[in-house]
């Protein structure tokens, strides 16, 4: 069985296929079309992955296309999760792939219905006559990392902040985040290079801030890191704590202890994937959680949390 998987969203929402994608790897070849960073990240756990921004696939978007570029073989399913109210994308995939069998589906479940994402395309999935059990997918991901093996490293008692995500309705103001890393800071006076700020592109304009107050503090301030970089150093952390992010997700899923907190999104549709995650729903739970009741402690693989 050849599957043809289209997403294409920023690196939480591509994340969000690869418990699907897990349960379906052993039974059949997956090819997935997304945009990076987040198809980058699920490479090592499919077979082909397609850039629809590089790859010359910009053409699935256009009406009447004409054929793939590039050419690919026989495909059995096509289950594309887009929102394209013209009807051009549909066109083109029942023109390239006349004998596979094509499904395309919102690209959320609608807004009274607060199920996972990642729940919401398995069932998809499910319903696009793949066999497969969406709720297994769940429940596996919860108990296992998802992307465990894929790193050899062991935890060295860091502590990774990520003050930022895509959007900044998710995010609260940087200046609770720099008391964040006061606090922490204050509980490891007598430790070096314990914690590390960690911004991304969405984070540009916070360079500056937090370049200034991290230089005074003497603590580490990463910009930008490469994909293998980023995966040595949530693989490295024993504590992460974030917003709803891609980066966020990408930590749960390695198996790394995450506190996620929320602020405009949803928990329900889009708690971290993984077996060691704390939510935080609103910024005064979140500054009681880590100020008042987050102890840490030394544990067997570095630096871990134990709540009250």
Avoid at 154 to 178: A, C, F, Q, T
Avoid at 270 to 288: M, T, Y
Wanted: charged fraction near 20%; hydrophobic fraction near 45%; aromatic fraction near 8%.
């Amino acid at each position: 069985m050849k599957i043809l998987l289209i997403r294409a969203g920023a690196l939480g929402d591509t994340l969000m296929l690869l418990p699907a994608i897990r349960h379906l790897r052993k039974k059949a070849e997956i090819i997935l079309a997304g945009r990076y960073p987040g198809i980058d990240f699920l490479r090592p756990y499919v077979d082909q992955c397609i850039d629809l921004e590089t790859s010359g696939w910009h053409g699935l978007f256009m009406e009447g296309a004409g054929q793939p570029v590039p050419p690919m073989a026989m495909l059995d399913h096509v289950v594309a999760f887009l929102s394209e109210p013209e009807g051009n994308v549909l066109n083109n995939l029942k023109a390239w792939f006349p004998s596979a069998s094509i499904n395309m589906f919102p690209v959320f479940p609608p807004e009274e219905n607060k199920i996972h994402i990642a729940l919401y395309m398995a069932q998809l999935i499910e319903a696009a006559g793949i066999p497969i059990d969406p709720g297994r997918c769940i429940e596996d991901s919860l108990k296992t990392p998802l992307m465990a093996g894929w790193h050899p490293f062991s935890r060295d008692g860091s502590i990774v902040i990520h003050p930022g995500s895509g959007s900044r309705d998710k995010n609260y103001p940087p200046e609770l985040w720099l008391e964040i890393i006061k606090e922490l800071k204050d509980r490891y006076h007598d430790r070096s290079n314990r914690i590390v700020v960690l911004l991304g592109p969405a984070e540009e304009g916070l360079l500056s801030f937090f370049m200034e107050a991290v230089s005074q503090m003497d603590e580490r301030l990463i910009y930008c890191p490469e994909r293998d970089a980023l995966i040595e150093l949530l693989g490295q952390a024993s504590l992460y704590i974030g917003h709803d992010s891609g980066i966020t997700h990408l930590a749960a899923m390695m198996g790394t202890r995450v506190i996620a907190i929320f602020r405009k999104s949803s928990p329900e549709q889009w708690r971290p994937l993984g077996p060691d995650v704390k939510i935080i729903r609103d910024i005064k739970e979140a500054w009681k959680f880590l100020k008042f009741t987050c102890h840490v402690a030394q544990t067997s693989d570095g630096l871990g949390y134990i709540p009250n």
